[in-house]
């Protein structure tokens, strides 16, 4: 019997959400899955392609796309000759679509936003054998401009705090030295639960009844929703580790309005500052769109500014691409060359944080979590390579000797 072949593209979400299907689709065979992403056109594209190599490496397997893409335009995916099935973001969590995938309509998408709960299956990690990754909440509820992604996902559920502890507990049991809090709008997690905690609740209530979990990570947040208890867990908890990447998406104010943004520049300035003064050695990475429509030189120019402004150090550069369906595709273009060279010099501002940020580690000592042999991360996600081989899954002091391109040495 053939294994199920999986592809995913994408966020961690869709990641942990593959592992899932790894268990849900156990006894299957002939089976290739492709988990796509939707939030830029040239993430579709890309699905596409993939999945007409997969058809030609697999001719004779059951193909299946799931994913984002297949929930907002599933019609794009049915029409390939190459696919067998199409099936939504709430049905590829549920065994009983993979058991039936022979004997139904091809495709099987339901309406997301009639989701009120997220799936309820728990995988025992996925990755590295020493990082795990928590689905604590799905969907979004906000509707920025630009974003397709609430189309995909539905609108924001949480995950209870009791699960979310057990399963964590689970993870630590077998091994796991450091675990990831994920989601599609994590500072969200809580407002559709009993009594409205918020993710700084999560949080603090996880260091308190997991005490052996040595590092716990927060991934994505949306820095204007940041509670007081999660600054609190900022300042006094060493097991949270100083890294917050952050949904910025621009630094101009009126480039911020036409997106929907429920932030301003100075807001995100203030989030910085404020982190910082609570843990000084806080990295912040950071999504930024380039080439956003009616954007200016002077428009880019502020969000150019924000890199230095805000001590952003790993930058997720985005050139704008236009989403049917999104009210910022209605808007006035910019030039598709000057969005390129936006984004370029966007990359080049962030490459150079990185120089500065692996400057100030020369001769720091750091708790390296290993990922393989010869690397780990640091607190603050930095990528460290070392010259003698160290044991996979656990945390190691380290003392920095130098770097190399975007990685450390040790």
């Not at 993430?43 to 984002?68: F, H, M, S, W, Y």
């Not at 709008?185 to 979990?213: E, H």
């Not at 390579?385 to 130098?402: C, E, H, K, S, Y």
Request: charged share 25%.
């Amino acid at each position: 019997m053939k294994p199920p072949i999986f592809s995913t593209h994408g966020c961690r979400l869709n990641a942990y959400e593959t592992e899932a299907m790894r268990d849900l689709t156990q006894g299957q065979d002939n089976l290739v899955v492709v988990n796509t992403c939707a939030v830029t056109a040239e993430a579709v594209r890309k699905a596409r392609q993939d999945i007409r190599k997969l058809r030609r490496e697999n001719p004779d397997a059951r193909l299946v796309v799931t994913g984002c893409a297949a929930q907002t335009e599933p019609e794009t995916f049915s029409n390939m000759a190459e696919v067998d099935n199409v099936i939504g973001n709430t049905e590829k969590m549920n065994r009983a679509t993979w058991g039936f995938l022979p004997d139904t309509e091809k495709v099987q998408v339901d309406d997301i936003m009639s989701v009120e709960e997220t799936a309820g299956h728990l995988i025992d990690g996925f990755g590295t054998r020493a990082r795990a990754y928590v689905q604590v909440q799905n969907g979004c509820n906000h509707r920025c401009t630009f974003c397709i992604i609430p189309y995909g996902r539905g609108n924001s559920r949480s995950v209870p705090a009791g699960v979310v502890v057990d399963q964590i507990k689970r993870l630590v049991d077998k091994g796991y030295n450091e675990v990831v809090l994920t989601g599609v709008d994590l500072t969200s997690w809580g407002a559709d639960l009993p009594a409205t905690p918020q993710l700084g609740d999560l949080v603090l209530r996880i260091l308190k009844l997991v005490p052996d979990l040595p590092r716990l990570r927060i991934s994505s947040i949306d820095s204007i929703e940041v509670d007081e208890a999660l600054m609190q867990a900022i300042a006094t908890e060493p097991r949270l580790m100083p890294h917050l990447h952050l949904s910025l998406q621009a630094g101009d104010d009126m480039i911020l309005k036409r997106m929907k943004r429920r932030h301003l520049r100075d807001d995100a300035i203030k989030f910085c500052e404020d982190a910082r003064k609570l843990r000084p050695d806080m990295t912040y990475g950071a999504d930024i769109i380039a080439g956003f429509p009616t954007e200016t030189d002077a428009m880019f120019e502020n969000s150019l500014k924000l890199v230095e402004d805000c001590g952003l150090t790993w930058l997720h550069v985005f050139p704008y691409s236009a989403r049917k369906g999104t009210p910022a595709a209605k808007m006035p273009a910019v030039n598709g060359t000057l969005i390129k060279a936006r984004a370029a010099r966007l990359r080049a501002a962030g490459e150079a944080q990185v120089q500065r940020h692996l400057a100030a580690q020369m001769g720091q000592s750091h708790n390296i979590l290993m990922e393989n042999p010869r690397m780990g991360r640091t607190e603050q996600f930095t990528e460290t390579l070392f010259v003698t081989d160290q044991p996979v899954g656990q945390i190691v002091p380290a003392r920095i000797i130098g770097a190399e391109g975007t990685q450390l040495r040790a």
